[in-house]
């Protein structure tokens, strides 16, 4: 399963490669068991299905847009790239990661 989820944080990297940058306040959920259904994996789907990795965007998208508090993630993990999820998800991923520190308030694009 490990290997798996992997996979799946891996595709979502590939995914916002060129939207992404760490650091930003602007971001975008990516919900990480749908993700996994697109590939495949649906135990994976079952068990991630509403947990969200978040993505740090470059630039601002069109759309809605709502103000969050970056005290909402507390406990996240942060890939080189600019992705974020829980914690939990990046120890059982096992792929090498620092702890997510986001701005005071983070604006979340809904896209």
């Known amino acids: 399963m490990n290997e798996q989820l992997m996979k799946v944080l891996e595709h979502i990297n590939i995914t916002y490669r060129d939207k992404a940058m760490s650091g930003a306040r602007n971001y975008l959920n990516v919900d990480i068991g749908k993700v996994a259904l697109e590939l ?32 909402t ?12 999820v829980p914690e939990y998800i990046a120890k ?19 896209v």
């Open 40 to 71: 495949g994996f649906k135990t994976l789907h079952k068990k991630y299905l509403k947990r969200e990795g978040v993505v740090a965007l470059k630039d601002p998208q069109p759309g809605m847009k709502v103000r969050i508090d970056g005290r």
């Open 73 to 84: 993630f507390v406990n996240y993990a942060e890939y080189a790239n600019g992705l974020a």
């Open 92 to 110: 059982t991923a096992n792929l090498p990661f620092t702890q997510y520190t986001a701005n005071d308030s983070m604006i979340l694009n809904f």
